[in-house]
């Protein structure tokens, strides 16, 4: 069983910056998709960004949101530039044991609790 940490969080005006990262319990490879997803209140789970050997974006955060790994730490990271009030939701951190990229939760195996985003306008 995978453990996911997620730290990273916080409070931050539009047009901020935060660093998310997910610390994974053991190791992890690039052949092995990871991915983050947000879920605002009121709404469902969606799908933000997910690596492994390529990456795959939201269109809502292409160009601002940047994902990237670091398997000798087991961390995958989410650099969000240009924060938009729109942006403010849970952020969690997900990995699947093996396959191809997805933007469906379902389709991912483990999940981290989660780590609050609020962009103020």
């Known amino acids: 069983q995978v453990q996911l940490v997620e730290s990273g969080g916080g409070l931050v005006q539009a047009g901020g910056s935060l660093r998310l990262s997910c610390a994974a319990s053991e190791r992890t490879s690039s052949s092995q998709p990871m991915g983050w997803f947000r879920q605002a209140p009121g709404k469902e789970r969606e799908f933000v960004a997910a690596?492994?050997?390529?990456?795959g974006y939201a269109d809502s955060v292409k160009g601002r949101f940047t994902i990237a790994r670091d398997n000798a730490k087991n961390t995958v990271y989410l650099q969000m530039n240009s924060l938009k009030p729109e942006d403010t939701a849970v952020y969690y951190c997900?990995?699947?044991?093996?396959?191809?990229?997805?933007?469906?939760?379902?389709?991912?195996?483990?999940w981290g609790q989660g780590t609050q985003v609020t962009v103020s306008s």
């Open positions: 690596i492994s050997w390529s990456t």
């Open positions: 997900a990995a699947r044991r093996s396959g191809a990229l997805s933007i469906w939760p379902m389709n991912y195996d483990y």
